[in-house]
T-cell receptor, first 111, second 116 residues
Framework: EDKVVQSPLSLVVHEGDTVTLNCSYE??????LLWYKQEKKAPTFLFML????IEKKSGRLSSILDKKELFSILNITATQTGDSAVYLC???????????FGTGTSLTVIP | GAVVSQHPSWVICKSGTSVKIECRSL??????MFWYRQFPKQSLMLMAT?????????EQGVEKDKFLINHASLTLSTLTVTSAHPEDSSFYIC????????????FGPGTRLTVT
C-alpha cells in the first residue's frame, strides 16, 4: 500500500532555531515529491523534488531528496513566527492523478 | 502563478440540506480537478478526481451519490454535498492540474463546511 509518513507530528521551537522536517515514503513508481506549507487555508507550494541529492533552496527553506533511502527533508533556518504552519509532504507516482499526502508536521515558532 | 478560487469560503447548513461548492480555475483551462477533504489536525484526503466532460472518479470509501461532482467546463468544477450530516463538516479543498504541468497542482483556498 502506498503511503507517506512525516515526522515529527508536531514541533515547537524558538525564533532563530533551525528545524528539520522529515518525510519518508513507500510509493510505487515514484515520480516526484512535493512540499507544501498550510496556514489555516489551503496549502501553498514550496518545492518539487524529482532527483536525488539536488538541494532546492528558497530563502531560509531548503529541501533534498534521497530516492535510495526513500525520504526527503525540509530544513528551515533562523525560524520566524511566520513559519508557524503545517508542512505537508506529498508524493506523485508516475501513473494516475493521485498525490499521496502525509499527515503533516505542525510547526510552532514562539518568539 | 495559477489562481484557483472556491466559493463559498465558509458555509453553515442544517442537517439534511444540500450544499454546492464551486471551484474555478481563473488563469488557465483545467482538464483535471481534484477534490480533497481535510478534517481537523489531519492531512488532505483525496475524495475524487473530476475530469472535464466525463464522470468523476471517486476514491474508495467516498459515496458518489452523496458527493456529486460536475465538471461541465474547463474552468469550473462543482462539488455538491447532498443530505449533509454533521459528520460531513470538514474543510473541502479543490486543486487544479494544468495541462502541460505534470506534477504541480494548484490549490484553491478551501471551503469550510459546518453542518448543524
Amino acid at each position: 500500500e502506498d503511503k507517506v509518513v512525516q515526522s515529527p507530528l508536531s514541533l515547537v521551537v524558538h525564533e532563530g532555531d533551525t528545524v528539520t522536517l522529515n518525510c519518508s515514503y513507500e510509493v510505487t513508481n515514484f515520480r516526484s515529491l512535493l512540499w507544501y506549507k498550510q496556514e489555516k487555508k489551503a496549502p501553498t507550494f514550496l518545492f518539487m523534488l524529482t532527483s536525488s541529492g539536488i538541494e532546492k533552496k528558497s530563502g531560509r527553506l531548503s529541501s533534498i531528496l534521497d530516492k535510495k533511502e526513500l525520504f526527503s527533508i525540509l530544513n528551515i533556518t533562523a525560524t520566524q513566527t511566520g513559519d508557524s504552519a503545517v508542512y505537508l509532504c506529498a508524493v506523485k507516482p508516475n501513473t494516475g492523478n493521485q498525490f499521496y499526502f502525509g499527515t503533516g508536521t505542525s510547526l510552532t515558532v514562539i518568539p | 502563478g495559477a489562481v484557483v478560487s472556491q466559493h463559498p469560503s465558509w458555509v453553515i447548513c442544517k442537517s439534511g440540506t444540500s450544499v454546492k461548492i464551486e471551484c474555478r480555475s481563473l488563469d488557465f483551462q483545467a482538464t483535471t480537478m481534484f477534490w480533497y477533504r481535510q478534517f481537523p489536525k489531519q492531512s488532505l484526503m483525496l475524495m475524487a478526481t473530476s475530469n472535464e466532460g466525463s464522470k468523476a472518479t471517486y476514491e474508495q470509501g467516498v459515496e458518489k451519490d452523496k458527493f456529486l461532482i460536475n465538471h461541465a467546463s474547463l474552468t469550473l468544477s462543482t462539488l455538491t454535498v447532498t443530505s449533509a450530516h454533521p459528520e460531513d463538516s470538514s474543510f473541502y479543498i479543490c486543486s487544479v492540474r494544468a495541462a502541460g504541468v505534470l506534477h504541480e497542482q494548484y490549490f484553491g483556498p478551501g471551503t469550510r463546511l459546518t453542518v448543524t
